[in-house]
């Protein structure tokens, strides 16, 4: 597998930008972390991530639980899988915690992503539209999974969206999150009906234009790694894994 490299300070950025396009209601930090506090279905708006993969105090993760405890919420964890936070792992695991949802973390530069697209981008707006919308909640998907991610991404400042119509109908959609030095990509949903026909690329050439035009270079994205067919595409438009994560969650009693 192809990989990317980042440093301190590109990990961190990339984690804060990661918050700016969910914008959960609040985000705390506390040392090497960052907290975000939702209700919502979209587990990065919901789950402690380190801003840093090495030098994180497993100790910590008693504090943290405390203060998701005191919002009444239950403690999640977004861990990359590197050496550096072996030892968080491990405490995670000895607290009960088990490892699910493996996920890739691939980073490219925009004007790659931009040549995929060999047609006609898609349509991008700075403010949510119910045509961009009407993807999420189509015939197929999770509606409420869907309405969620609605939600989300429509309460962040730093957000675009890119939709495309066939004939009057909303067949594909996603967002990009301009912040933090960063393009990222979220949201990304074509209609089943309508797979395989080059739409996903229309969308990601449009969140391309739009990246170009803020002056944005670098872009990442966040994909389960099981999903064959969304990482086959953005192969092709020059991402690279830079790391893997889990979520880890706890089914105990709060």
Not at 39 to 46: E, F, L, N, V
Request: charge should be neutral; aromatic fraction near 8%.
């Amino acid at each position: 597998m192809q990989t990317f490299s980042l440093d301190d300070d590109a990990i961190a950025s990339l984690e804060r930008a990661t918050l700016d396009a969910v914008a959960p209601p609040a985000v705390q930090a506390i040392d090497g972390w960052l907290l975000p506090f939702d209700t919502s279905t979209i587990g990065r708006a919901k789950s402690a991530v380190p801003v840093r993969h090495h030098d994180i105090d497993p100790a910590q993760i008693g504090t943290i639980e405390s203060l998701y405890a005191e919002r009444g919420l239950q403690a999640a964890f977004r861990v990359a899988d590197v050496p550096g936070l072996h030892d968080v792992q491990t405490e995670l695991t000895r607290l009960g915690y088990q490892a699910q949802q493996p996920t890739l973390v691939q980073v490219s530069m925009v004007a790659a992503m931009h040549a995929l697209c060999k047609g006609k981008s898609a349509r991008v707006a700075d403010l949510p539209s119910p045509a961009w919308s009407a993807v999420y909640v189509a015939h197929g998907f999770d509606p409420v999974d869907g309405a969620h991610r609605v939600q989300a991404l429509s309460r962040s400042a730093h957000v675009v969206y890119a939709h495309v119509e066939e004939n009057g109908q909303s067949v594909a959609a996603g967002t990009a999150a301009l912040s933090q030095g960063w393009a990222s990509i979220h949201g990304m949903r074509t209609v089943p009906a309508r797979r395989g026909h080059g739409l996903a690329a229309r969308i990601l050439g449009g969140l391309a234009d739009t990246a170009t035009q803020r002056g944005l270079e670098r872009v990442f994205l966040q994909v389960e790694e099981g999903n064959a067919a969304a990482l086959a595409l953005y192969a092709r438009a020059g991402f690279a894994t830079a790391w893997r994560y889990h979520y880890w969650r706890s089914y105990r009693p709060t």
